[in-house]
């Protein structure tokens, strides 16, 4: 831990004892010069250590620092980090903001999520946290490539435009396809927004890096072993590999059955990586069921030793008894009755006497089963773990995923990093942010379910999972392991091996509560202004520039063409190009006139070849002398063939020498050379003859080519060949003395008219995609209208400001602010209780379950009836139907109405959940009595918490509302919510 203290010099040495990568010093020295800067650095190459410098640098300058993330989780996670990093001393120096917890908001570093440093910045009662950006030097936006998350990713892009020009933003981001772009965006956001403002702008730097410390290399695991995926330069698929991938293809077909056959199972896999030494490992399966089934199916796997196995187990001990005095009492008193002796030992170990845990493991190597039993009860005592996890923990093998508690996931996390997991199934949240690196990453498929369907990894998401392999200092290499599957193999992984990170993309939407804040502080003039410095419109300037290019270009090019063609009609070009057309078709059905009638003479012939003597003229044409069309020859002797049949030696008009056989003679003309000529022509060298073209003449045989040219009769064409050659002579007479012809070169002509018709296609092309283009930049705009018109027809903006309303829509968070708002206003709520009113509000937030969710406990009438579900039973007949059975309908039909597709929330199956924990239920009670995992019961619920904790800082809302709303959070806020 280094004491910072104020105007003190920062020496990188003793902040970092260890040799900096070049990336780090690059982007340490732009931070030392007063500069902003965008780090894009691999996954686990350490780009948080400059994070951490921007917290030692404003420290030094008495200054405060924000530091952000996208998730609670990894906020709470660097607020641990962080207080033991910086705050060892003084714990008031580091502070944490996450919306429902508050910890020194007003410490010099504070970590927050995101979207309250973006609430903050609107500078309207959502964004009062608790503290300021006074004396703010700089922001840290880690894991900035959220931008391109389709949920999350506006909160960014918003955090970005609005920030003050005069604070240093660090914004830390895994590698990207348009790093450069993001940074120029970022440098001219805020230069647009300095010179609104008047305020000085820091500029920004980009350190753009693809070094790994730990280099990473590619596996790929079948039922035949582990093979390296790529060659030895890294760049595409390992040769063995693509070859035995042909092998397979050419036995098997490419079915799915037989890529069955070379899938291998699990624990082979596992067994392959044991065998290498490439452990720990995370393995990654896209489903939490395939996680939990994975952990099963190795039921007799151990993979620690026993002395490892002990360590576990310590950790276990301590992470379940530890500060939780009424559970060690509660398990003391059990083991009073049922085991004495080992009561004494564990409340030895308890008090920390010396050997006592010693005695302890001892008692449990001679008593295996006195161990699995005290487990066993301290699962059910609790309440937090399960047996069927515990226990292969022991032997190494855990899973981490969503549908997990946190608290265990933190265990899981902690002991991996130990060293004491080896294999750890997760599926892909894995790689968000979580601080767990593994000797090796093991992806299961390349595929994975989305919201549009089943699909391949992305480039960047495979780089994401695949950067979790190598730790820094362990770790001389980080091995990546893809497997064979019924639908991806080796040539796919390779292909997502080698490729670049696709670029960061924008997905800005604008929401009821964006809409609702900034309308608070600025004029709609003014907001336009800000959302057309957004990164989706910076994109989509950066489309139309080369397309308003290319169009100045493709004009510029037509006119030229028309001023040089003008003088010529355009009928004209047309009717040369039909002449000329048809030409071309007459002289390719000549063609095959022609080769119809050589076809017809060469059968009429072929009982005459045996007999032709020398001095014979004849045409060659065949497999053996390629030509278009007969060549004339003069036979001079014969020789004999590889067949019965004689080839003839013949000198060609082109003297050259052929050996031809019989089918290479197409023509027997009536001409001849007479016997004394060619007695006297001397013959080429017959050793080792070959059918065909072979050695030329000489000026003695030339003489005698002469005399074939004499001699040749010509042959009398058919009567249909005569009559097409007629046809050709006509248009090519009509295309001589075509108009066009008083110009030079017309063939020239008509090749630029055509260029000049492509030209013309190629503008209407791009002015089409220009426009859909600049249509596409405005989008946003045009939604964010839609959503005021959607407001003001509800009222909550009485032209361009907020009301009663909108007032109380603009502090809530939410997928949409405008229902809960009118929820909350409605009235409707305030004869609820407080575990009712929490099951209402769970209903409010809650997507909508899948199919097979069940729950044992029912929807409170009371709730169904608040909400509209259902009408009121009341003795009193004067008792109303719930105002939002016709407020949300009537939402329904406005939004559909402006093409604002939020989703309006109302799901009860699950609500009873969320009032049994208000009213006191146990943990595990609770999850026994519903199919759901126990990490989506703890996401429910704090969703909840949160929104329960939002309605005391709404404006306007009833004092009941309020009370209940505080009772009811004081009533849920217990382990392990």
Same mark, same amino acid.
Request: charged share 20%; proline share 4%; hydrophobic share 40%.
């Given at each position: 831990?280094?004491?910072?203290?104020?105007?003190?010099?920062?020496? &990188?040495?003793?902040?970092?004892?260890?040799?900096?990568?070049?990336?780090?010093?690059?982007?340490?020295?732009? &931070?030392?010069?007063?500069?902003?800067?965008?780090?894009?650095?691999?996954?686990?190459?350490?780009?948080?250590?400059?994070?951490?410098?921007?917290?030692?640098?404003?420290?030094?300058?008495?200054?405060?620092?924000?530091?952000?993330?996208?998730?609670?989780?990894?906020?709470?996670?660097?607020?641990?980090?962080?207080?033991?990093?910086?705050?060892?001393?003084?714990?008031? &120096?580091?502070?944490?903001?996450?919306?429902?917890?508050?910890?020194?908001?007003?410490?010099?570093?504070?970590?927050?999520?995101?979207?309250?440093?973006?609430?903050?910045?609107?500078?309207?009662?959502?964004?009062?946290?608790?503290?300021?950006?006074?004396?703010?030097?700089?922001?840290?936006?880690?894991?900035?490539?959220?931008?391109?998350?389709?949920?999350?990713?506006?909160?960014?892009?918003?955090?970005?435009?609005?920030?003050?020009?005069?604070?240093?933003?660090?914004?830390?981001?895994?590698?990207?396809?348009?790093?450069?772009?993001?940074?120029?965006?970022?440098?001219?956001?805020?230069?647009?927004?300095?010179?609104?403002?008047?305020?000085?702008?820091?500029?920004?730097?980009?350190?753009?890096?693809?070094?790994?410390?730990?280099?990473?290399?590619?596996?790929?695991?079948?039922?035949?072993?582990?093979?390296?995926?790529?060659?030895?330069?890294?760049?595409?698929?390992?040769?063995? &590999?693509?070859?035995?991938?042909?092998?397979?293809?050419?036995?098997?077909?490419?079915?799915?059955?037989?890529?069955?056959?070379?899938?291998?199972?699990?624990?082979?896999?596992?067994?392959?990586?044991?065998?290498?030494?490439?452990?720990?490992?995370?393995?990654?399966?896209?489903?939490?069921?395939?996680?939990?089934?994975?952990?099963?199916?190795?039921?007799?796997?151990?993979?620690?030793?026993?002395?490892?196995?002990?360590?576990?187990?310590?950790?276990?001990?301590?992470?379940?008894?530890?500060?939780?005095?009424?559970?060690?009492?509660?398990?003391?008193?059990?083991?009073?009755?049922?085991?004495?002796?080992?009561?004494?030992?564990?409340?030895?170990?308890?008090?920390?006497?010396?050997?006592?845990?010693?005695?302890?493991?001892?008692?449990?190597?001679?008593?295996?089963?006195?161990?699995?039993?005290?487990?066993?009860?301290?699962?059910?005592?609790?309440?937090?773990?399960?047996?069927?996890?515990?226990?292969?923990?022991?032997?190494?093998?855990?899973s981490h995923h969503a549908g997990l508690l946190p608290v265990w996931k933190?265990?899981?996390?902690?002991?991996?990093?130990?060293?004491?997991?080896?294999?750890?199934?997760?599926?892909?949240?894995?790689?968000?942010?979580?601080?767990?690196?593994?000797?090796?990453?093991?992806?299961?498929?390349?595929?994975?379910?989305?919201?549009?369907?089943?699909?391949?990894?992305?480039?960047?998401?495979?780089?994401?999972?695949?950067?979790?392999?190598?730790?820094?200092g362990k770790d001389e290499v980080g091995y990546v392991v893809t497997t064979q599957t019924p639908f991806e193999g080796a040539k796919e992984a390779a292909y997502l091996a080698t490729s670049q990170a696709e670029p960061l993309r924008s997905w800005f939407t604008p929401s009821y509560g964006m809409v609702l804040n900034l309308l608070q502080k600025h004029t709609i003039t003014e907001i336009k202004e800000l959302l057309e410095r957004s990164f989706a419109e910076y994109l989509a300037r950066k489309?139309?520039?080369?397309?308003?290019?290319?169009?100045?270009?493709?004009?510029?090019?037509?006119?030229?063409?028309?001023?040089?063609?003008?003088?010529?009609?355009?009928?004209?070009?047309?009717?040369?190009?039909?002449?000329?057309?048809?030409?071309?078709?007459?002289?390719?059905?000549?063609?095959?006139?022609?080769?119809?009638?050589?076809?017809?003479?060469?059968?009429?012939?072929?009982p005459l070849i045996p007999d032709i003597q020398p001095g014979r003229i004849v045409g060659l044409k065949g497999k053996h002398v390629r030509v278009s069309s007969p060549l004339a020859a003069v036979v001079i002797t014969k020789i004999p063939g590889c067949g019965q049949a004689d080839n003839l030696v013949c000198l060609g008009i082109d003297n050259y020498w052929y050996i031809a056989a019989n089918a290479d003679i197409t023509e027997i003309n009536e001409g001849f050379l007479a016997p004394e000529i060619i007695k006297e022509i001397p013959l080429p060298s017959l050793e080792n003859p070959r059918l065909g073209k072979g050695q030329p003449g000489n000026p003695q045989t030339l003489a005698v080519c002469k005399q074939i040219e004499h001699n040749l009769i010509p042959a009398i064409a058919p009567a249909e060949v005569i009559e097409q050659q007629q046809k050709i002579d006509q248009l090519q007479t009509q295309l001589d003395n075509h108009p066009l012809q008083q110009w030079d070169n017309p063939g020239q002509m008509v090749k630029r008219h055509k260029q000049r018709i492509e030209l013309r296609e190629k503008l209407h092309r791009t002015q089409i995609q220009y426009q859909k283009h600049k249509s596409n930049q405005s989008y946003y705009w045009d939604e964010f209208l839609s959503l005021i018109k959607v407001l003001q027809e509800f009222q909550a903006l009485e032209e361009y400001t907020p009301t009663a309303l909108g007032q109380a829509a603009a502090t809530i968070r939410g997928d949409n602010e405008l229902w809960l708002a009118l929820a909350f206003l409605s009235g409707e709520l305030e004869v609820l209780e407080p575990p009712q009113l929490a099951a209402a509000v769970c209903a409010l937030i809650t997507e909508t379950p899948r199919g097979d969710v069940w729950c044992d406990f029912p929807p409170p009438p009371e709730v169904l009836e608040a909400l509209g579900i259902k009408k009121r039973q009341d003795a009193n007949k004067s008792a109303k139907t719930s105002i939002l059975r016709e407020i949300r309908p009537h939402l329904f039909q406005v939004q559909h109405r402006y093409g604002v597709g939020l989703p309006i929330w109302r799901e009860y199956e699950l609500i009873g959940l969320a009032q049994q924990w208000v009213l006191g239920i146990e943990w595990n009670e609770l999850c026994d009595s519903t199919n759901l995992d126990e990490g989506d019961i703890v996401r429910m619920l704090r969703r909840t918490l949160d929104v329960l904790w939002q309605i005391p800082q709404m404006p306007h809302a009833s004092s009941t509302l309020v009370n209940n709303a505080q009772e009811g959070i004081a009533m849920m806020k217990r382990f392990p919510i």
């Open positions: 831990m280094n004491v910072i203290s104020q105007n003190s010099e920062l020496n &990188l040495h003793k902040l970092f004892p260890f040799e900096l990568d070049d990336f780090q010093k690059d982007a340490i020295a732009a &931070l030392d010069r007063g500069k902003s800067v965008v780090v894009c650095a691999p996954t686990g190459s350490g780009k948080t250590l400059v994070g951490e410098y921007a917290i030692y640098l404003a420290l030094s300058q008495g200054k405060r620092i924000f530091y952000t993330t996208p998730l609670k989780a990894l906020s709470n996670q660097k607020f641990r980090d962080f207080l033991g990093q910086f705050g060892a001393e003084n714990e008031k &120096l580091v502070g944490l903001i996450t919306g429902d917890i508050l910890i020194n908001p007003n410490a010099q570093v504070v970590v927050m999520t995101t979207e309250i440093f973006r609430n903050m910045l609107y500078e309207t009662p959502i964004g009062e946290v608790g503290t300021s950006l006074e004396n703010v030097a700089a922001v840290v936006l880690d894991e900035c490539h959220y931008l391109s998350d389709r949920g999350r990713g506006t909160v960014w892009e918003e955090s970005i435009i609005y920030c003050p020009t005069q604070i240093q933003l660090v914004a830390l981001s895994a590698t990207i396809g348009n790093a450069e772009e993001f940074t120029d965006w970022i440098n001219r956001v805020r230069s647009d927004t300095a010179i609104k403002t008047k305020e000085p702008v820091i500029s920004c730097e980009l350190v753009n890096s693809d070094f790994r410390p730990v280099p990473l290399r590619f596996y790929f695991s079948n039922r035949k072993g582990l093979f390296p995926l790529l060659n030895a330069q890294q760049t595409k698929l390992n040769p063995k &590999l693509k070859a035995s991938e042909k092998t397979s293809r050419e036995k098997g077909g490419n079915s799915r059955r037989s890529k069955n056959r070379e899938c291998p199972s699990i624990i082979q896999t596992i067994q392959q990586l044991q065998a290498k030494d490439m452990l720990p490992a995370i393995y990654i399966i896209f489903s939490r069921r395939g996680c939990d089934q994975a952990v099963n199916n190795l039921d007799n796997l151990n993979l620690v030793t026993p002395e490892e196995a002990q360590q576990i187990e310590a950790i276990l001990l301590q992470f379940i008894l530890s500060e939780n005095l009424e559970l060690q009492q509660i398990l003391l008193q059990t083991l009073e009755q049922s085991n004495p002796h080992l009561k004494s030992l564990l409340w030895g170990y308890l008090a920390a006497n010396p050997n006592a845990a010693n005695d302890l493991w001892n008692y449990f190597a001679n008593h295996p089963n006195e161990k699995y039993l005290l487990f066993q009860l301290l699962a059910q005592l609790s309440q937090v773990l399960r047996i069927e996890q515990i226990e292969p923990l022991t032997r190494g093998i855990a933190e265990l899981v996390e902690r002991l991996f990093e130990l060293g004491l997991v080896k294999i750890v199934f997760a599926t892909a949240t894995l790689a968000a942010g979580i601080n767990m690196p593994a000797r090796t990453t093991v992806i299961s498929a390349l595929s994975k379910r989305t919201d549009d369907g089943h699909s391949m990894l992305t480039p960047s998401e495979f780089l994401q999972i695949a950067g979790r392999a190598g730790r820094r489309r139309l520039a080369p397309e308003q290019q290319a169009i100045a270009i493709y004009t510029t090019e037509l006119t030229k063409l028309d001023v040089e063609l003008a003088p010529i009609p355009i009928g004209q070009f047309t009717s040369y190009e039909k002449i000329r057309d048809r030409l071309k078709e007459e002289h390719r059905l000549l063609d095959i006139l022609q080769q119809q009638a050589e076809a017809v003479r060469k059968n009429a012939i072929k």
